[in-house]
């Protein structure tokens, strides 16, 4: 926690959002804006922080932040899940003490099922219950794009197209970087044992039906694989290729 005021990182566009203030007298505005920003970005850090989790860097952007964290992705769902609620949390608490009038507008957008934001994640996570971690991803990201479009559509003025275009290239990022996400999803559970209660055998060499909290076993050619045992052998084809 000690070193996250360091971590702190503005985008440009924020910028920008700052030198309009100051010129249209606004700079008042902006700074209880950030606060609200500032008070919801330090619920997730908190969180984060109890469970070990490691921060990269907190953004600061025009709508809200986003903290971005540097972890396992086979980390427990259930902690990820309070680490992503607990900043629209920590922003409702503190409206107790101080009603910003940014504070329902920011709370509300947040919780839109559109990536990055808090709603899309705490989807994302529930996805992942449900059906595999890969197809989890391939889910969120046709359900946060067709909010972009209904959003966008409902409003198409100038303002809303670049900034639903930002949003819906954050989402074309995050599908192209799938399939990196989903490799590593792997090698962390071919590297180190995992223990899930949960088990799940899988007919055939099919690693995109893995789950996240549960241990596969793979039937394969008539013959029963532990999950480390089939990934294994998944890996070393690759490097073979």
Avoid at 80 to 100: H, K, R, V
Avoid at 130 to 146: A, G, M, Q, V, W
Wanted: charged share 20%; glycine share 4%; net charge positive.
């Amino acid at each position: 926690m000690k070193n996250i005021p360091f971590k702190i990182k503005f985008h440009p566009l924020f910028y920008l959002l700052l030198l309009l203030a100051i010129v249209t007298a606004q700079f008042q505005k902006v700074i209880e804006f950030m606060m609200i920003i500032l008070i919801h970005e330090l619920g997730h850090i908190s969180v984060a922080s109890l469970f070990h989790w490691k921060v990269k860097r907190v953004l600061i952007l025009p709508f809200g932040g986003m903290v971005e964290l540097e972890e396992k992705l086979n980390r427990p769902i259930y902690q990820e899940f309070l680490i992503a609620i607990a900043g629209p949390m920590t922003q409702t608490l503190f409206s107790f003490f101080y009603l910003s009038k940014f504070h329902y507008p920011l709370l509300f957008f947040n919780l839109l099922p559109i990536y990055p934001l808090d709603g899309a994640k705490i989807l994302f996570l529930l996805f992942n219950l449900f059906t595999s971690y890969y197809h989890s991803y391939l889910i969120l990201f046709f359900c946060s794009s067709f909010t972009i479009f209904l959003l966008l559509l409902k409003d198409p003025n100038l303002f809303n197209f670049i900034f639903f275009s930002y949003l819906l290239y954050q989402n074309i990022r995050l599908l192209g970087s799938t399939p990196e996400l989903f490799l590593k999803f792997l090698f962390e559970r071919y590297q180190e044992d995992f223990f899930f209660y949960q088990k799940k055998k899988i007919i055939g060499a099919k690693f995109k039906k893995m789950k996240r909290d549960v241990r596969h076993f793979f039937m394969i050619e008539g013959k029963l694989y532990e999950e480390q045992e089939a990934l294994g052998t998944f890996f070393f084809q690759k490097l073979k290729k």
